[in-house]
C-alpha cells in the first residue's frame, strides 16, 4: 500500500506524523502546566492565607490576654480603658478572621480543626469578658481568674489555632510536592515524545527518500546501458507512484526500441 501512495502523499504523511506529535507534546505540556498551576494557586491562595489568619487570630489572642494583664495592673483609669478597648477591637478581628476560615474551609479535617479553634476561642472570649467584669469590682480576684481558669482558656485557644496551622502547612508541603512530580513527569513525558517525533522523522526521512531515490538509481542505471547501445535491459516497477510510472514508461520505451531495431 506504501509503495503505492504518491510522492506527495509520502511527504504529507511524513509531515503531518511529525506535526502530530510535536502538536502532542505541546498538549502535555500545557497539561502538565495546568496541574502545577493549580497546585501553586491552591498554596497561594487557599493554604498560605489560612496559616495567615490563623496566625492573626493567635497574636490577638495574645493582644487580649497582655491587655487584661495591664489592667488589672494599672492604676490609670483612662489607660485601663485603653486596654478594654484594645481588647475589644481584638475580639472583633478574632471573630472576622473565624468567619473567613469558616467560609472558606473546604476538607473535612480543616472544617474538624476549625471547629476546635472556635470552640476555644470562644471559651477564651467568654473568659476574658469574665475577667474584665471582675476587675470592676475585684481586681485580686480578677488577676488570679487570669492566673488559673484563663491561662488554661488562653492554652486551648493557642494550641487549636497552632493545629490549624500546622495542617494548612502540611498541606502546602503536600501540594508543593505535587506540583514537584508533575514537574518531573512532564519532563520524562516531553523527553519521551521528543525522541519519538525525532525517531519519527528520521524513519519517514529514511524511508521516503529511499523508496525515490532507489528506483532512480535504477532508471539512471538503465539509461547508461541503452547509451551504450545494451537494449536487453528490463527495469522492475515495484510501486504506481511517480517513480514507478517513469519505470514503467522506459521500458515500453525500451521495447518499442528493440522492436524498432
Known sequence: MFRNMRIGLRLTAGFAAVLLLLIVIGLVGIQQLNRVNGETAEIFHDRWPKTVQANEIIDNL?????????????????????E???????RKL?????????????????KNLLAKVKDATDAFLAGAERAMRMAQTDRNQAAEYLLKEMRAFNQAALQSATDLILYQERAMDQASQEAAAFVRQAERLILLLSVSALAVAAAM??????????PLTEAVAAANALAGGDLGVRLQ???RDEVGELLQAMNVMIERLSQTI
Open 62 to 82: 495574645n493582644v487580649i490576654s497582655r491587655a487584661l494583664r495591664n489592667a488589672l495592673l494599672t492604676d490609670d483609669a483612662s489607660f485601663r480603658q485603653a
Open 84 to 90: 478594654w478597648q484594645r481588647i475589644s477591637d481584638a
Open 94 to 110: 478574632i471573630g472576622e478572621r473565624v468567619e473567613q476560615l469558616e467560609k472558606t474551609s473546604n476538607t473535612a479535617t480543616g
Open 205 to 214: 526521512a529514511f524511508w521516503i527518500t529511499r523508496s525515490i531515490t532507489r
Open 237 to 239: 516497477s515495484r510501486s
